[in-house]
């Protein structure tokens, strides 16, 4: 059985990463989506709500599965059994930047974990999570880039700021 | 009347940022220069100065007005009634990071705020304000970055800590 | 009156020039959209047909007019009394190798023809002449790449190849 | 059953590609490695030479299968019922034409070729196929960059040059 | 006598620094390796500890010098009479950013500090102080990234996070 | 005593080129700046019209020494006992290529040429000297892009040329 590892922070998924999952999940036997519990950052989920919310929208794909995990990648994909990670591809700087830590993971794994790069597709190639955060932080309009059970769950958390919105 | 915006934070406005101004007054009927109130960041210079200080050193471009805005671009362009987005490119890195917000603000404004790139002239390819407000802080000369108005004022703000300034 | 060049080869136009001509031509009161007569290369489509092809499938819009021109764009740009010249930038690597022609531009023309860019739309960004050629010498579908009028003449060009066509 | 088609040119194998398809050949049930007949471009080595020389490095990989085509990869790819493409990057400039191919690919099978990239490894990283035949060419040592039964076929080639080389 | 800078943070210096001091002493009469003393950044070590680690790990090597410096590099070349910097490059990032800096630091010298690049050995590539620290934070083995006695030193710092460390 | 040679078509010599020479000049005791002889390209100048224009344009530099050479550039400067290879920067893609050609080299000499990069100056990053013949070629003023006896040497080539040239 072959087994990938789609890691990252997901915070909040978008439909960026869900278009990389679908065509992953054709190429292998089981896709194990793990959130990175990042002690360092201050996220706007916490890592129990983001991976609700990537069971909600991955239901219907049945070779899926999500987890979360903290440290090192290589560390947990060893525990997992799993020798192949996957990556999103943007832009050329995120290439240079995953293209670094793809050959520290193959080196520090000693060559066990390896790691493949899919395109993310046109449509989605301008989304990141960030961009969709700051948007709906000045009310702007977030439906056409995450799916509608995550944009509202968004919109709960800025709801609070609505009367400091710099709307008309 | 062909109409366009030019946003930026302009911490302070340099010599750049004026090649650009000339360049895209000299291409449509009406220049906005759009001061960029980021709550997210600590700026050097208010906003208030920020847009004085552009007031000064575009006084004689006579179609030239100088604006400042919170929030989203898209929400501002509207209410101005603008559909044209101007930005400088210096580099690679520049370009694909202002590619994604080209792209996302086309998304969020249904096709009404397009973005048009203006290669920075060569001599001024490696200036930033960052690196101005760097160098000045070190005492280093930074006349062939900024007009003297704009020196001056720079001078003033580390004009506190000359003391502790590492020169011989 | 606001008037802008936009110089290419279009041999042939594709889908990703005509989401350029349209945005440029909102941005201007003229669009001279302008064939490159390239002694140096061999191209699929004379300047005659490449000229009728723009006309064809730009009838609809009021401020654009398709011609051609020899030698160097500056000198073109001259002879029209224009001083804004177009591209559209795919991807890093057009950028720049675009950035460079612009500069030697500027420079040429002694700060008399300056460019601007716009970015390629997404659904159009992977697209050029040379693979449309390519796919349709081969025989693959081009419809979704160039308008219908231009897929029938480019299939035109390929058809006394269509026996050796690699099709099962 | 998970496959995956490696294409090339293969003219000719490096370690550089061994690296792709050992580590791909982990990845996949079955891996097609296919040598592109190109009739654009006059190639060091026959079809047919290129085909030998993979089966003889790839000998110990079970699940790997040399083949070769012609054409467009789609066609060839739907023929052999496979909906996975692999390619190796080295590099920015190779990531961009790769994206862009892979992007057509996907438009072209409706969905139905999906490209995954792995980053050679980076002691490979410098090595391609045309300097490969260039430091041949002059003379130059070899072996460091293709297995043995390659440098020795990519010496008879240059042969009947030996005269003319520029050795001391 | 020809001398040269190469200026860094070295929080801690890594192999790939060594592979740079190493080729660039080969170059030069004199090479002086000077600390960065970077008031905005809280370092791992002190700017004496890197000092330090530095003159252990180039020991061997006769025409190298360690220093230390705060303020802008222009400075404190002109004070030590030096017209040469040194900077490694690993990725196209890198490039631009390093270039910038080049240009600014050829502006503020009257074109009395020149800058030249080293690119990092392949086997070194993937390596940066900050990925060197991250792994380490989590328990990783970062033997084959800095000398044993870095590695041993960096091990120290994090020795009372070693109960939390993200081990099984 | 420190020596460097700076390879190169050098077809023609354009300021470009020069102002890299001055600069490694200052940095090294010799410069030895050869013209690659390269049989696999149709030049504009022959090489001894290569070299006899790079004498001219150093004349006033006095460790510079020009010379010529075929092949590889590994077994030249083993021939010449240089270890330093210099190369300009002028783009992204320039460096790309560059460092695959400087890996490349430090391992076929088994490590005894290194490849040092230097930026090309700001007013020089746009020019080339492809760029030199087409604009001249096409009638246009290189008299900014080449010394006056280089700009005198290229009128002459494309003299025969003058009466089909595109001017009004």
Excluded: W
Excluded at 100 to 126: H, M, P, V, W
């Amino acid at each position: 059985m072959k087994e990938a590892i789609y890691p990252g922070s997901f915070d909040p998924v978008t439909y960026g990463h869900i278009d990389v999952i679908r065509r992953a999940a054709c190429m292998f036997d089981r896709l194990l989506v793990s959130v990175l519990d990042n002690k360092a950052k201050v996220p706007l989920f916490t890592v129990d709500e983001r991976v609700k919310m990537l069971q909600d929208v991955t239901r219907d794909i049945e070779n899926v599965e999500i987890g979360c995990f903290q440290g090192l990648l290589v560390d947990y994909a060893r525990k997992q059994n799993v020798h192949i990670a996957i990556r999103g591809l943007r832009a050329v700087t995120d290439f240079e930047y995953e293209l670094q830590i793809a050959q520290t993971n193959r080196k520090l794994s000693g060559g066990n974990l390896d790691t493949i790069f899919l395109c993310t597709s046109l449509e989605y190639a301008y989304l990141n999570s960030s961009s969709v955060k700051e948007i709906a932080y000045f009310g702007g309009d977030i439906s056409a880039l995450v799916p509608p059970e995550v944009a509202a769950r968004v919109k709960e958390k800025y709801g609070d700021r609505a009367d400091e919105r710099p709307r008309s």
